[in-house]
């Protein structure tokens, strides 16, 4: 979404640099970008298909391997039943609208109900709370940072993350501008993050206790009748039954759990209820833990009761120019939830996908329906899902494996085949995720700069092959040749034309007309500003009666299991919780295999408070071994005050020392992985979110 200028000579890339130009990232640049040119010229980055043999890999043709996977995948199926097929997606999947529309189709001619993405270890509560609440899976409210008076962010760390779920590029400076016009940042979170460091306030919370914290907020506004709806108020139901469910929710209650005293409880409401304009942002950590589902409709509850929703300066909805939600709203895709369940321990279906948490499982549990054969793309579950020792067994048992991406990864070195797609710069790109995420309505388009090598292929032209391939291994899964033709022609680029032209800020049929159409977006290769949100409700409502659910009945009744603390105690000498935490030049795994983003000071330490590290007799620089339930790791140590006692902090992504890793970063930098020690039985019951956030461990 960052708008960069990259210089080139003779096919090489010279310089990356931001864009002073793009009227929405004003020459913002964040190291993601700069990586562009280390993994494009990456000599561990795959460039052609490979084949895994009992002598290692070998290099194999397009056509051959797309005719061995068909007639594999479609066997299987045929002896074992469909569903002995499984897909897992992983987040860069999003930043390639080819890729999104791609892997789509291939899922759909699988047949299969076992699909898994990453979604279920990051934002799945966003998307829960955003159905129940408003009527669709897509419809996530942003916080308008850019005009309000009062962010409080709980649980994320948008100076790293550049605004997960969230997009706002330039953070920096957006939040300045917050306290310059006399605005207030407020953090609540068990670390003291990086944007906890520049805000007014920081308030340590003990992970996954922030439901309570909310609750007592809104405790707290009904019991001094603070709650002013405004114009909600006319489409909003269940005011009177959250002003009753609330009651028992007591700031000196939430005290006790959270470790934030009452009259700070009490102050934060007050504060946040009387400003002219709030709005409350939360993220990872309240996403990943036992209650997300919770805490995510909490947060939006909290923004209603106070008028902040859909106004400016508060939580607020986008119209971006391909309006995905549009689109998936016609097609009568909303969202659903717990349509089916898991064979083994019977989780919940939520958006056509089961929770990743349950993937290992199935896949190691006999029996019928068991999981026989995996594709994956663009995705590493073994770093990035729970128990990642227990996936990486399984899936050393399954009988077919395939996986399309760009490395010889932790996951990948499992596969029998790997299909590597182009890369950044060698393809096009619109980003129809993150413009449906962004703090303002912006479009741009920009076309592939590079050549790909020989022989290469993009990634939608990987999945139309092996979507032919099937079809043709199997003749029971042909289309009608309408259906056929029309996936032919409709390739992805004109997939986004036809989005942008029948958009709401589009042309229609009109070729002549004056609103957008992909030709004019590209022509603007610096983007279009489309302006500031806009109020859009009621009319953007998917609910019936187009009004809002304020108390969604599986939401209040899980409030029950939130007082129970329905999950096992765990063992005295498990007294720490274990949260994650990012890094800015290495928050995603790719940007691992970069000499230039691991040089310099150990980026994967355990982060522990001085009292308890003095209580356990350690010091900075010692080795520790970290013991939850699941494993043991061992690291060094980092004694800070930036955490809070009781609490230590492994960052996400590493743990790059397995066997038959084609990466630098395995031999200079292999780290350990937090999700060896993150639990797969841990997790928000009600949704099946993956719990992250919150293990409780030893360390020694």
């Known amino acids: 979404m960052c708008g960069v200028v990259v210089e080139t000579r003779d096919g090489q890339i010279v310089s990356i640099k931001g864009d002073e130009q793009d009227p929405f990232s004003r020459g913002h640049i964040c190291p993601k970008a700069l990586g562009l040119k280390d993994v494009h010229e990456d000599p561990n980055r795959l460039r052609h298909p490979v084949k895994r ?60 109900i076992h699909r898994y993405s990453a979604t279920s270890v990051d934002q799945l509560p966003h998307h829960f709370a955003a159905l129940q609440l408003f009527g669709h899976q897509l419809l996530l409210p942003i916080p308008d940072i850019d005009r309000t008076q009062f962010l409080l962010v709980i649980g994320g760390n948008p100076l790293v993350s550049n605004g ?178 898991t064979r083994v321990r019977a989780l919940p279906e939520f958006g056509g996908e089961f929770p990743v948490a349950a993937l290992a499982e199935e896949i190691l549990t006999p029996g019928e329906g068991q999981i026989k054969a995996l594709v994956t793309a663009a995705g590493n579950p073994v770093l990035s899902t729970p128990n990642g020792r227990q996936l990486d067994q399984a899936l050393a048992q399954l009988d077919f494996m395939v996986s399309v991406d760009i490395y010889i990864n932790e996951t990948t070195r499992h596969a029998h085949y790997i299909l590597p797609p182009t890369f950044g710069l060698e393809r096009d790109h619109y980003d129809l995720i993150f413009h449906a995420l962004a703090i303002r309505n912006t479009t741009k388009y920009s076309s592939a700069l590079l ?30 040749w309408l259906d056929r033709l029309r996936s032919r022609w409709l390739t992805p680029q004109r997939a986004l034309a036809l989005g942008l032209r029948f958009g709401p800020y589009g042309s229609g049929w009109n070729p002549f007309g004056a609103g957008l159409t992909l030709a004019k977006v590209a022509a603007s290769p610096h983007g279009i500003d489309l302006g500031p949100l806009q109020p859009c409700l009621p009319d953007r409502l998917f609910t019936r009666n187009k009004t809002i659910q304020l108390v969604p009945p599986v939401l209040r009744n899980d409030l029950e299991r939130l007082e129970n603390n329905v999950r096992e105690t765990p063992p005295a000498s498990l007294t720490l919780s274990l949260i994650g935490r990012r890094d800015l030049r290495t928050n995603n795994s790719w940007l691992h295999n970069s000499r230039r983003f691991i040089k310099g000071p150990n980026r ?61 970063i395995a031999r200079t930098h292999p780290g350990v992985s937090a999700n060896d020690l993150t639990d797969e039985r841990y997790l928000d019951a009600l949704c099946g979110n993956a719990a992250l956030n919150g293990v409780p461990v030893t360390v020694n």
């Open 451 to 480: 050549e790909p090598d020989p022989g290469s292929m993009h990634d939608w032209q990987i999945f139309d092959q092996l979507v032919r391939h099937i079809e043709a291994a199997d003749r029971s899964r042909q289309r009608p």
């Open 53 to 112: 043999t009992a002598d290692g890999w070998v290099r194999v043709s397009w056509s051959d391997a797309f005719r061995d996977i068909a007639t594999r995948l479609t066997g299987l199926q045929r002896e074992h039943g469909r569903n002995v097929v499984a897909t897992y997606f992983g987040n860069p999947q999003v930043h390639s609208y080819s890729a999104l529309l791609g892997g789509a189709a291939l899922a759909r001619s699988l047949r299969s």
């Open 604 to 664: 994967c330490t355990l982060l522990m408070h001085p009292t308890d590290a003095t209580a356990r007799q350690l010091e900075s620089g010692c080795l520790v071994t970290v013991t939850s339930r699941t494993g043991s790791v061992r690291i060094e140590l980092e004694v800070s005050d930036e955490i809070a006692p009781g609490v230590v902090s492994l960052p996400h992504g590493w743990g790059h020392d397995r066997d038959g890793i084609q990466l630098d």
């Open 164 to 341: 997960s779920l969230m997009t706002a590029p330039d953070i920096a400076r957006r939040l300045k501008d917050l306290r310059g016009r006399n605005g207030q940042l407020i953090v609540v979170d068990p670390r003291r993050t990086e944007t906890a460091d520049m805000a007014d306030q920081h308030l340590f919370i003990k992970p996954g206790t922030d439901a309570w914290l909310l609750l007592a907020m809104l405790q707290v506004i009904f019991t001094e009748r603070l709650e002013k709806l405004g114009r909600l108020e006319t489409f909003t139901t269940g005011l009177d039954e959250l002003r009753t469910t609330v009651a028992a929710f007591t700031p000196e209650r939430a005290a006790a759990h959270t470790q934030i005293a009452a009259a700070d409880i009490r102050d934060l409401a007050r504060r946040f209820a009387k400003s002219d304009s709030a709005v409350c942002y939360g993220r990872m950590g309240v996403s990943t833990q036992a209650f997300g589902a919770l805490c995510q409709w909490l947060i939006q509850a909290l923004n209603i009761v106070t008028g902040n929703l859909d106004r400016p300066g508060g939580a607020m909805f986008t119209r971006p120019a391909f309006d995905a939600l549009g689109l998936s709203s016609a097609m009568g895709q909303r969202g659903s939830y717990d349509r089916r369940r």
